[in-house]
């Protein structure tokens, strides 16, 4: 099955830094979706980018599908960026996303 | 705007107990929906996708079951709870045809 690795599991930035953010995938892809989990587990999703490159705010992600990899960058980073990064893979027809463990993002003032 | 409500938000149930988690998606019609599960320290894993009313796949053996009564509520439940259902379960939703997924706030289960 799907295979989801994440990279660096963890990252400790100072306010102001960038962060850049890797995930790599073992299996072609119909869906790649980055997800931010708070400190207290809800999920949000940051960007929906299967492929090529999307920007929202000061993330921006770029997927070269064909190398089965995907990047997260964020910008400026801010101490409420701290929590813990998520890419997922979605690779069936009933929409099954497979999930990294994650990369924990530090970022302090 | 579509709005999706996790119910409860935290559980402490004892081994051998029964368990319901609900889940109701409001603003979509015909949403594709979705039960995930994460121990503490683990990855999330799908548990189980409905497309439509009264038709539920599982994805992964937990001795859980799921339902889905009506077009907008998703029902995950056991009759014995056992040690290793402790966790994070999530609720999703999806638009049919398209690959985005949606998360509820989820339900922390504490089986002591």
């Known amino acids: 099955g799907q295979q989801v690795q994440q990279s660096p599991a963890s990252l400790v930035l100072q306010e102001g830094e960038n962060a850049e953010l890797q995930c790599n995938f073992s299996s072609t892809a119909t869906q790649l979706q980055w997800f931010y989990q708070s400190p207290g587990g809800s999920l949000v999703s940051l960007l929906s980018n299967p492929s090529g490159t999307k920007h929202t705010g000061r993330l921006t992600s770029t997927t070269v599908t064909k190398e089965r990899r995907s990047s997260l960058h964020i910008s400026s980073s801010q101490t409420t960026d701290s929590g813990t990064y998520l890419c997922a893979i979605g690779d069936s027809g009933y929409n099954k996303l497979t999930f990294g463990k994650g990369t924990v993002l530090l970022v302090s003032p | 705007a579509q709005t999706i409500h996790q119910w409860p938000v935290a559980e402490i149930k004892a081994v051998g107990s029964p368990l319901s988690l609900g889940c109701t998606i409001k603003g979509k019609s015909s949403p594709n929906l979705y039960w995930y599960w994460q121990a503490t320290g683990g990855t999330l894993q799908q548990l189980f996708y409905s497309i439509t009313v009264g038709q539920v796949e599982s994805v992964v053996q937990l001795n859980l079951s799921a339902s889905r009564p009506k077009d907008d509520q998703f029902i995950l439940s056991t009759e014995k709870l056992l040690l290793s259902h402790s966790g994070f379960y999530l609720c999703?939703?999806?638009?049919?045809?398209?690959?985005?997924?949606?998360f509820g706030k989820g339900t922390r289960l504490t089986v002591v």
């Open positions: 999703a939703w999806s638009y049919r045809g398209r690959r985005e997924v949606f």
